[in-house]
C-alpha cells in the first residue's frame, strides 16, 4: 500500500461548482498535511497546510483533515476557469521529508 | 524576495553523460530540498540541505548527488544517466529547519535522457 494516495483523474466541473480533492494516507505519524497547486510547466505552489484534524478555510479554499480515518480533503468554492490545475496533497514529518500524491488533474468548463 | 530560479529549464543528455541543475534560492533561506517529478506523478523526494550538509535523504541511488554553497545556490548532479532518470527536477528552499510547509518551489530543471 502506497502512503499517499490519490486519484489521478482528470475532474471535469462547471465553473461555478464546489470542487472536492480526496486523499488518503496510511501512515498516521504524518505532522502536517497540505494542499499544492501546479500549473503546467511550473512548480507546485503551497496552498493551504493544516496539522491538526479539522478544518482550515483560505478565502475559497478549505481544508479538512480526518485523522482517524487517514483522509484529507480540499474543496473550492465558486469555482474559477483559472482554478484548472493539477492539485497534489502532501504529508510530511517535522525535519523530515514532503510525501506528494500523484496529483488530480482539474478542469474547470466556462 | 526573487524566489526560486531554476537552471536550465530543459536540458537533453545522453544515457551514461553526467548532468548538473542549478538552483538559487531566496535569501536566508538555509534549507533547500530536490524532488524529481516523472511524467503523471507526484513529486518524489531526493534529498535535502540544511547549512551546506546533507540532512535527509529519499530511496534514490548515490549516483544522484547535490552540494549547497553559502550563497543560497545549490546543485544537484546525476552520475551514470539512465532512461528512467528523465523527469522534471524540482527544487524547494525554506528559511528555517522544523517547518516543512514553508516550501517555495522553482519551476523546475526537465531533463530528458536518450
Known amino acids: 500500500q502506497k502512503e499517499v494516495e490519490q486519484d489521478p483523474g482528470p475532474l471535469s466541473v462547471p465553473e461555478g461548482a464546489i470542487v472536492s480533492l480526496n486523499c488518503t494516507y496510511s501512515?498516521?505519524?504524518?505532522?502536517?498535511f497540505m494542499w499544492y497547486r501546479q500549473y503546467s510547466r511550473k512548480g507546485p505552489e503551497l496552498l493551504m497546510y493544516t496539522y491538526s484534524s479539522g478544518n482550515k478555510e483560505d478565502g475559497r479554499f478549505t481544508a479538512q483533515v480526518d485523522k482517524s480515518s487517514k483522509y484529507i480533503s480540499l474543496f473550492i468554492r465558486d469555482s474559477q476557469p483559472s482554478d484548472s490545475a493539477t492539485y497534489l496533497c502532501?504529508?510530511?514529518?517535522?525535519?523530515?521529508?514532503?510525501?506528494f500524491g500523484k496529483g488530480t488533474r482539474l478542469h474547470i468548463l466556462p | 524576495e526573487t524566489g526560486v530560479t531554476q537552471s536550465p529549464t530543459h536540458l537533453i543528455k545522453t544515457r551514461g553523460q553526467q548532468v548538473t541543475l542549478r538552483c538559487s534560492s531566496q535569501?536566508?533561506?538555509?534549507?533547500v530540498s530536490w524532488y524529481q517529478q516523472a511524467l503523471g506523478q507526484g513529486p518524489q523526494f531526493i534529498f535535502q540541505y540544511y547549512r551546506e550538509e546533507e540532512n535527509g535523504r529519499g530511496n534514490f541511488p548515490p549516483r544522484f548527488s547535490g552540494l549547497q554553497f553559502p550563497n543560497y545556490s545549490s546543485e544537484l548532479n546525476v552520475n551514470a544517466l539512465e532512461l528512467d532518470d528523465s523527469a522534471l527536477y524540482l527544487c524547494?528552499?525554506?528559511?528555517?529547519?522544523?517547518?516543512?510547509?514553508?516550501?517555495?518551489f522553482g519551476s523546475g530543471t526537465r531533463l530528458t535522457v536518450v
Open positions: 535569501s536566508g533561506h538555509n534549507t
Open positions: 502532501a504529508m510530511g514529518y517535522r525535519d523530515d521529508k514532503i510525501i
Open positions: 501512515n498516521s505519524a504524518f505532522q502536517y
Open positions: 524547494a528552499s525554506r528559511r528555517d529547519r522544523g517547518l516543512n510547509y514553508g516550501y517555495t
